[in-house]
C-alpha cells in the first residue's frame, strides 16, 4: 500500500503535465466551493458552522432590531458558548431567549447561549423558546436588502466577523417587538 501511494505521488511530482492538470482541476473546484459558500452564506469560527446569518427589518420608530441565525452547528468534539456580539449599526448587542410568560410571549438577556459538542443549534425568527441577538438603540433603522457585519464572540472559537442579511420574512410569523 504504502509503496503504491509513494510511487504514485513521485509519478506526479516527475509528470509537470499532469501536475499542471491537477492544478488546474483543484483551483476549478476552489472557485466551484467559493462560489457556493457565498450563496449558502456561511460562515466558520474554529469548529462552529454558522448559516445564515439574518436580521428582520426594524419596526418603523423602533430602536431596536433582532438578529438570527438559521443555525450554529458545532462539528467539534468540545462544547462552546456565544458569549457576546457587537456591531457598528448598534449601540449594544445583547443575547436574549423568548419565553412565554402567562401567554404574553417575552424575552430576557441570558449570559450565554449553549453550543453542545456535535449539535446543531437553530436561533430562528419565530420560535417559542429560541434565542435572538437584540441590537439595542439601533443608529439607523434596518430596511429589507441591507447589510451589516456582526462580531459573534465564542468562548473557545474566538470572536468571528459575519455579515447580517436584512430581509422579511417568508412566512407570516408575528413581528418582533420589544416587551420588556
Ligand atoms: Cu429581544
Known amino acids: 500500500m504504502t509503496d503504491l501511494a509513494q510511487s504514485f505521488e513521485i509519478s506526479l511530482c516527475n509528470d509537470l503535465g499532469m501536475t ?7 483551483l476549478a473546484l476552489a472557485v466551484t466551493v467559493a462560489s457556493t459558500a457565498s450563496h449558502a452564506h456561511g460562515f466558520k469560527a474554529g469548529d462552529l458552522k454558522i448559516n445564515h446569518p439574518y436580521a428582520t427589518p426594524s419596526l418603523s420608530g423602533s430602536k431596536t432590531g433582532a438578529v438570527y441565525i438559521r443555525s450554529i452547528q458545532n462539528t467539534g468534539k468540545q462544547a462552546d458558548q456565544l458569549i457576546s456580539a457587537r456591531t457598528p449599526v448598534a449601540e449594544r448587542v445583547e443575547l436574549h431567549q423568548m419565553q412565554m410568560d402567562n ?16 449539535a446543531e443549534l437553530r436561533m430562528m425568527h419565530g420560535s417559542a423558546d429560541g434565542y435572538h441577538l437584540m441590537l439595542i438603540n439601533l443608529k439607523q433603522p434596518l430596511k ?37
Open 20 to 26: 499542471q492538470f491537477f492544478k488546474s482541476v483543484l
Open 103 to 118: 401567554n404574553v410571549m417575552k424575552m430576557r438577556a441570558v449570559p450565554a447561549i449553549e453550543l453542545p459538542a456535535q
Open 144 to 180: 429589507d436588502g441591507d447589510r451589516f457585519s456582526v462580531w459573534l464572540q465564542f468562548k473557545n472559537s474566538g470572536e468571528r466577523e459575519v455579515t447580517v442579511h436584512v430581509q422579511t420574512p417568508k412566512n407570516n410569523a408575528p413581528a418582533h417587538d420589544h416587551h420588556h
